[in-house]
T-cell receptor, first 110, second 115 residues
Framework: DVKVTQSSRYLVKRTGEKVFLECVQDMDHENMFWYRQDPGLGLRLIYFSYDVKMKEKGDIPEGYSVSREKKERFSLILESASTNQTSMYLC?????????FGPGTRLTVT | AQSVTQLGSHVSVSEGALVLLRCNYSSSVPPYLFWYVQYPNQGLQLLLKYTTGATLVKGINGFEAEFKKSETSFHLTKPSAHMSDAAEYFCAVIPYRGSQGNLIFGKGTKLSVKP
């Protein structure tokens, strides 16, 4: 069974803090994606990576950065958390034919 | 930019009635197409997908969808709604073959089923 794990299910942070969200996969897959899910907006792509040390901006990269030092791990970084980054964050791995979703991290920024 | 439009953020049907959830995409070439379902407080679950071949695709729980290239549509249907179908449904596309597989999602449609 494919396993996509995210470091936390729930996270509460203060405005201005630096926040790290981690995603780890056991599939040895090249492609990893970070989305955020907001009511009425669906899922929007923040960043993705198709290889170690490679990254591409998605549709809403502002306020975020990413790191992929090892193939199995893809980190999303909120450099200075703001209240409008309160959201559900989903890690997805896969390619055109198969996608696997992590359980999500519900981040609240106060 | 590629986009996915789901017509109707909320759809309400009676139990036993036809379910029709609409999805249109913008793409100049046939994309890969997906429908996902999300039950309250749960993650996304794949209902069905079209990648190639037969344009009528059958999925889980009695759902099916038809890819119509001329209409750039991939509408989701179920002949008879059940109370357990109440959930949010997302249409998604991978806009072109050869991409890394980044999904573009619609905004979702919440389906309510009345007894």
């Amino acid at each position: 069974d494919v396993k996509v794990t995210q470091s936390s299910r729930y996270l509460v942070k203060r405005t201005g803090e630096k926040v790290f969200l981690e995603c780890v996969q056991d599939m040895d897959h090249e492609n990893m994606f970070w989305y955020r899910q907001d009511p009425g907006l669906g899922l929007r792509l923040i960043y993705f990576s198709y290889d170690v040390k490679m990254k591409e901006k998605g549709d809403i990269p502002e306020g975020y950065s990413v790191s992929r030092e090892k193939k199995e791990r893809f980190s999303l970084i909120l450099e200075s958390a703001s209240t409008n980054q309160t959201s559900m964050y989903l890690c997805v791995i896969g390619g055109p034919y198969e996608q696997y979703f992590g359980p999500g991290t519900r981040l609240t920024v106060t | 930019a590629q986009s996915v439009t789901q017509l109707g953020s909320h759809v309400s049907v009676s139990e036993g009635a036809l379910v029709l959830l609409r999805c249109n995409y913008s793409s100049s070439v046939p994309p890969y197409l997906f429908w996902y379902v999300q039950y309250p407080n749960q993650g996304l679950q794949l209902l069905l997908k079209y990648t190639t071949g037969a344009t009528l695709v059958k999925g889980i729980n009695g759902f099916e969808a038809e890819f119509k290239k001329s209409e750039t549509s991939f509408h989701l249907t179920k002949p008879s709604a059940h109370m357990s179908d109440a959930a949010e449904y997302f249409c998604a596309v991978i806009p072109y073959r050869g991409s890394q597989g980044n999904l573009i999602f619609g905004k979702g449609t919440k389906l309510s089923v009345k007894p």
